[in-house]
């Protein structure tokens, strides 16, 4: 079985449609999508005009449930500009989607680990800032979860863990935003340190999952001019260097 897994697109349309080329070209089983779709500097509303027709399985992000249960005087600016911009039919699709999908049997589908939308799976950050996470600590955020495959997102940091009882747990990257910042629990900042838009090729061959990490290129300049056209200049070094502010600046 061979799974493209996407994630955290971020309402980027430029880069979820190279990404989708690339895709394509590889002919995969299925394509998952692991939820944070639409919220952004970008173009949240066009992004889900493309997503929705193509019935992925898909799951809900901790920004989806931000969108359509947070207060809007205390959103941040991406989620704020998405549940402005977003129509009812687009509201509804993200209302149905769930937090977690089995895509098989022993195939699980979450957007940070199977108990949580906002903790991360395969780092951890302490107050020396982000690592990454010991076998231990996978292991235990798995806990008893019975599956061969976990595919998870929200760091946005490509990165693979096989745990010596066998479970396979996989984080394809971001699509639409490599690099971003956060304070909780504490201040850190997560960088792939390049532009290029991740998704990755999960294949399982005579009953063992492999992982290809993939990198695809895009026009970045142009989806840093729609974040600048959004008033997001926060979002420019992000989308065109991978780091949260370009190196020497």
Same mark, same amino acid.
């Given at each position: 079985?061979?799974?493209?897994?996407?994630?955290?697109?971020?309402?980027n349309?430029?880069?979820?449609?190279?990404?989708?080329?690339?895709?394509?070209?590889?002919?995969?089983?299925?394509?998952?999508?692991?939820g944070?779709?639409?919220?952004?500097?970008?173009r949240?509303?066009?992004?889900?005009?493309?997503?929705i027709?193509?019935g992925?399985?898909?799951?809900?992000?901790?920004?989806?449930?931000?969108?359509?249960?947070?207060?809007?005087?205390?959103?941040?600016?991406s989620?704020?500009?998405?549940?402005?911009?977003?129509l009812d039919?687009?509201?509804?699709?993200?209302?149905?989607?769930?937090?977690?999908?089995?895509?098989?049997?022993?195939?699980l589908?979450v957007?940070?680990?199977?108990?949580?939308?906002?903790?991360?799976?395969?780092?951890?950050?302490?107050e020396q800032?982000?690592?990454? #996470?010991? !076998?231990?600590?996978v292991? $235990?955020?798995? /806990?008893?979860? &019975?599956a061969?495959?976990?595919? =998870?997102?929200?760091?946005?940091?490509?990165?693979?863990?096989h745990?010596?009882?066998?479970?396979?747990?996989?984080?394809?990257?971001?699509?639409?935003?490599?690099?971003?910042?956060?304070?909780?629990?504490?201040?850190?900042?997560m960088?792939?340190?390049s532009?290029?838009?991740?998704?990755?090729?999960?294949?399982?061959?005579?009953?063992?999952?492999?992982?290809?990490?993939?990198?695809?290129?895009?026009?970045? #300049?142009? !989806?840093?001019?729609?974040? $600048?056209?959004? /008033?997001r200049? &926060?979002?420019?070094?992000?989308l =065109?260097?991978?780091?949260?502010?370009?190196?020497?600046?």
């Amino acid at each position: 079985m061979k799974i493209a897994a996407i994630s955290d697109v971020h309402g980027n349309l430029i880069a979820l449609e190279a990404v989708l080329a690339d895709i394509r070209a590889r002919n995969p089983d299925v394509v998952v999508n692991l939820g944070d779709v639409l919220s952004g500097a970008l173009r949240p509303r066009e992004t889900a005009d493309r997503l929705i027709p193509l019935g992925l399985p898909t799951i809900k992000g901790n920004h989806e449930r931000q969108v359509l249960t947070g207060d809007p005087s205390r959103m941040s600016p991406s989620d704020r500009m998405t549940r402005a911009v977003l129509l009812d039919g687009q509201h509804e699709w993200l209302r149905n989607l769930p937090d977690t999908l089995w895509l098989q049997n022993d195939i699980l589908l979450v957007h940070g680990t199977p108990h949580s939308d906002m903790a991360y799976f395969l780092e951890t950050v302490t107050e020396q800032g982000c690592r990454a #996470a010991t !076998a231990t600590e996978v292991g $235990e955020r798995a /806990g008893n979860i &019975d599956a061969s495959l976990i595919l =998870c997102g929200h760091t946005h940091i490509p990165r693979a863990v096989h745990l010596d009882d066998g479970r396979f747990i996989v984080n394809p990257g971001s699509v639409g935003l490599q690099a971003y910042e956060d304070q909780r629990p504490f201040p850190h900042q997560m960088e792939t340190r390049s532009p290029h838009a991740r998704y990755a090729i999960v294949e399982r061959v005579r009953g063992a999952w492999s992982v290809e990490f993939c990198a695809v290129d895009y026009d970045w #300049a142009e !989806a840093a001019r729609q974040a $600048e056209g959004n /008033g997001r200049f &926060d979002w420019i070094d992000p989308l =065109c260097t991978g780091y949260v502010r370009a190196p020497g600046v």
